[in-house]
């Protein structure tokens, strides 16, 4: 059973870059899934924010694409999130999730709560 | 872009109650959707895709409907767990999801 977890700051200053990493365990990221990244502002609904697969090739939210950027690393199974120019609207809880190929997305990490504020 | 809306926004229930819930999408996503259960502090949780395929391990009183537009999630005998809140999601062109639907008690 994959099982996925993000690392990264829980607090990023305003104007600044928002990092995240997520680890893949129990399965492979270069199997034939696409790797997502999903967000949730504090009592509100959910956000596609983008995703890849171990190619690299990405897919991402028009509304974010000018600001995101999302790479893999192969060799040690984990994919990021790059969330530039943050204010505090990108203030969420953040989510991997493994996509499956036709688009639903079937497993998904614990989230991690990311708050930009000086 | 694609948008989904969900309804109701709330909706009020008793245990053993039948509940539905209906999706729209702003143009056909043909039957590429999935729904999605999310409790208070947790990851959402995968329950059907494809309009109507249940994921393995969902009860059986979930059921999903519909195709192109329009679409339903019911729950037959809502149990005490089932207090939670639902969201449906298009994956015909990127994704998209609905707004979400709270049900909660009665």
């Known amino acids: 059973q994959v099982q996925l977890q993000e690392s990264g700051p829980g607090l990023v200053k305003p104007s600044g870059t928002l990092s995240l990493t997520c680890g893949v365990s129990g399965g492979s990221i270069s199997s034939d899934n696409w790797w997502s990244w999903v967000r949730q502002p504090p009592g509100k609904g959910l956000e596609w924010i983008g995703e890849i697969n171990h190619s690299g090739t990405t897919n991402y939210n028009p509304s974010l694409m000018s600001r995101v950027t999302i790479s893999v690393d192969k060799s040690n199974d984990q994919f990021s999130l790059q969330l530039r120019s943050v204010t505090a609207a990108d203030t969420a809880v953040y989510y991997c999730v493994r996509g499956i190929l036709e688009g639903f997305l079937d497993s998904w990490g614990r989230g991690t709560l990311v708050i930009v504020s000086s | 872009d694609i948008q989904m809306t969900q309804s109701p926004s709330t909706l009020s229930a008793s245990v053993g109650d039948r509940v539905t819930i209906t999706c729209r999408a702003s143009q056909s996503i043909s039957s590429w959707l999935a729904w ?4 208070p502090g947790k990851a959402p949780k995968f329950l059907i895709y494809r309009a109507s395929i249940l994921e393995s391990g969902v009860p059986s009183r979930f059921s999903g409907s519909g195709s192109g537009t329009e679409f339903t999630l019911t729950i037959s005998s809502l149990q005490p767990d089932d207090f939670a809140t639902y969201y449906c999601q298009q994956y015909k062109s990127y994704k998209t ?10």
């Open chain 2, 97 to 106: 999801f609905g707004q979400g639907t709270k049900v909660e008690i009665k």
């Open chain 2, 36 to 39: 999605y259960q999310q409790k």
